[in-house]
């Protein structure tokens, strides 16, 4: 039973292009969650899906940002127009009910 | 607001040693704590937490909860420089929201 894989592992945009970052929860798992750490600081919450449904995106800045879970295929999270400042590793984490969660690699976002 | 906070920030030890990493936590409605090992870049479980008192161990490490005190430690003995990681607490609610502390960056010398 694989991971939660994440894809890319390391992704470069200029400033304004659209970063998409991918995550496959792992098998049998319905609940996906995405979280940001920035340098030196913890990890933050930023949206948690089921199949279909984004259920809390609270943490999630309502401007430029998006994510999704389809029926079929990977969860994106979708970053519009990136700054400077959404350089970070992006986690996704997945897990069978809302009990502990398992963590992917993460993509490292660098906006140059 | 929720936090959890994380002690010490960094530490180093020699191989051979023990270690304790402390970990407070003020969380509404909490209902477990949880513990990560964050070595390069994914976090990876270690254990989760409901009960006070109960102790979780797995090989070298282990892990209490108490929730009147709103404190949990991790335990390394006999550490290795294979534990040279960033240990994460995190406190839920029980919902998907972890709270995360900044962690406690270990590092083992040999």
């Known amino acids: 039973n694989a991971g939660v894989m994440q894809n890319p592992r390391h992704l470069v945009r200029r400033r304004g292009q659209e970063a998409r970052l991918r995550c496959s929860p792992m098998?049998?798992?319905?609940?996906v969650y995405w979280y940001r750490q920035l340098p030196e600081e913890g990890l933050k919450f930023m949206v948690y899906?089921?199949?279909?449904?984004?259920?809390?995106e609270s943490g999630m800045p309502k401007e430029r940002f998006s994510a999704e879970f389809p029926k079929e295929g990977p969860s994106i999270l979708r970053i519009q127009q990136v700054v400077r400042g959404d350089s970070a590793a992006y986690f996704c984490a997945s897990s069978y009910s809302r009990d502990k969660a398992f963590f992917g690699q993460g993509t490292r976002l660098t906006v140059v | 607001e929720d936090k959890v906070v994380q002690s010490p920030l960094s530490l180093v030890v020699h191989e051979g040693d023990t270690v304790t990493l402390n970990c407070s936590y003020e969380?509404?409605?909490?209902?477990?704590l949880l513990w990560y090992k964050q070595e390069k870049k994914a976090p990876t479980f270690l254990f989760m937490l409901?009960?006070?008192?109960i102790e979780k161990k797995s090989g070298r490490l282990s892990s209490i909860l108490d929730k009147k005190e709103l404190f949990s430690i991790l335990n390394i003995t006999a550490t290795q420089t294979g534990d040279s990681a960033i240990y994460l607490c995190a406190g839920s609610s029980g919902t998907y929201k972890y709270i995360f502390g900044t962690g406690t960056r270990l590092k083992v010398l040999a």
């Open positions: 098998k049998g798992h319905s609940h």
């Open positions: 899906l089921q199949k279909e449904n984004i259920i809390d």
């Open positions: 409901t009960s006070s008192g």
């Open positions: 969380v509404t409605n909490f209902r477990s």
